[in-house]
Each structure stands twice: as structure tokens, then as C-alpha cells.
């Protein structure tokens, strides 16, 4: 059989291409400015920076000969791949993102995508969320996907609610003290 026709790798020690978050059906893949920006700017730093690096790195081990034992050659297809992978997931993610501007409600007391919402829970403890896109929500710096259940609780209330939020601890009110939103006026 050729060379040509064989695999480089062992498909069991191959990692699954990731899926895309779930999205509920008949909505859209809402995403800040800002986020779109920077999914942009790491599609194209992978494109015209990251995979040309590898893919010559990957040409030079081949050249070297013997393909079976050379980490260069292998470890550079393994992550030719990765790229690969992560370029079509950040193009699908980006070809279906509806860019959204929290900024237009900037001074609003609703609570919509974008928002910056602090609430109390009823044990006490104030907390703060930004409701953000799937693709862009950092749940360490204080940031929830506006799929979340939290983020679908909060969404359409206003300052001064009271709302009853579902959670896996059970049934808790909780009260909207501040809402926020971006201010247009000081983007660059």
C-alpha cells in the first residue's frame, strides 16, 4: 500500500474536534464588539502567522527523511491540526455571530445583552455579572454566557426586581440593585 494512503498517527490518541456550544434552537450567537474583534484577530493571527510557522517547520522535518521517528515532523502535524481545527471552529463561530453594541442602552435601567448587573442574593451576598456572548464569557473575571440561567433570569428585568432564579441549590430570590451598561461616548 503507499505511503500516501496511511495515517501519521493512531486515530485513538487523536483529541475530538471540539463542538460548538449549544446554542437554543431559533436564537442567534449574539457577541460584543469587542469579542468579535478579538475571535477576528485570533483567526487571523492563526492564519497568517501561526500556520505558516508550522507548516514550514513541518516541510523542513520532512525533508530530513525518515518520518516515523522525527518529533519535529510529528509533533508539527499534530499541531498543523489544532490549528486547522481552530480556524474552521472561529470561522463557523464567526460566520453565524450577530454583533451586538451594549452601549446603545447605555444610562438604562433594563437589563438586556451586555449588561453589567449587580444583584443581592437572599442569604445577603451581592454580586456582579456581565452578560456576554457564548464564545466571549469568562466566568473568572465575573462574565456569564446570555444562555446562562442566570443571565435568561435576569434578562428583560429592571433595577428593583425581585426574581426567582433556578439554580442547582434550589429556588432563590434574588433583587437587582444596579444595572450598567458601556458608554459609548468613551470607545475609541
Not at 100 to 113: A, I, M, N, Y
Amino acid at each position: 500500500m503507499s505511503k500516501a494512503f496511511t495515517r501519521d498517527t493512531d486515530p485513538e490518541h487523536e483529541e475530538e474536534a471540539p463542538s460548538l456550544p449549544a446554542l437554543p434552537a431559533g436564537t442567534r450567537n449574539y457577541i460584543t464588539p469587542a469579542g468579535y474583534a478579538r475571535l477576528r484577530g485570533e483567526l487571523m493571527q492563526l492564519i497568517d502567522v501561526e500556520r505558516p510557522k508550522v507548516v514550514e517547520i513541518v516541510h523542513w522535518a520532512a525533508s530530513n527523511g525518515d518520518r516515523s521517528e522525527n518529533g519535529d515532523y510529528i509533533y508539527g502535524k499534530k499541531r498543523l491540526r489544532e490549528i486547522d481545527r481552530r480556524i474552521r471552529f472561529l470561522t463557523q463561530r464567526l460566520e453565524i455571530a450577530e454583533v451586538t453594541d451594549p452601549g446603545v442602552h447605555f444610562g438604562g435601567e433594563q437589563v438586556f445583552f451586555g449588561a453589567t448587573v449587580t444583584y443581592l442574593q437572599a442569604d445577603g451576598v451581592e454580586r456582579t455579572i456581565t452578560i456576554m456572548g457564548v464564545d466571549e464569557a469568562d466566568s473568572l473575571a465575573g462574565q456569564v454566557s446570555w444562555i446562562s440561567p442566570i443571565a435568561r433570569t435576569l434578562l428583560r428585568s429592571r433595577v428593583g426586581d425581585v426574581l426567582k432564579l433556578v439554580s442547582p441549590q434550589g429556588v432563590q430570590e434574588i433583587e437587582i440593585l444596579g444595572v450598567r451598561y458601556p458608554d459609548p461616548a468613551l470607545k475609541s
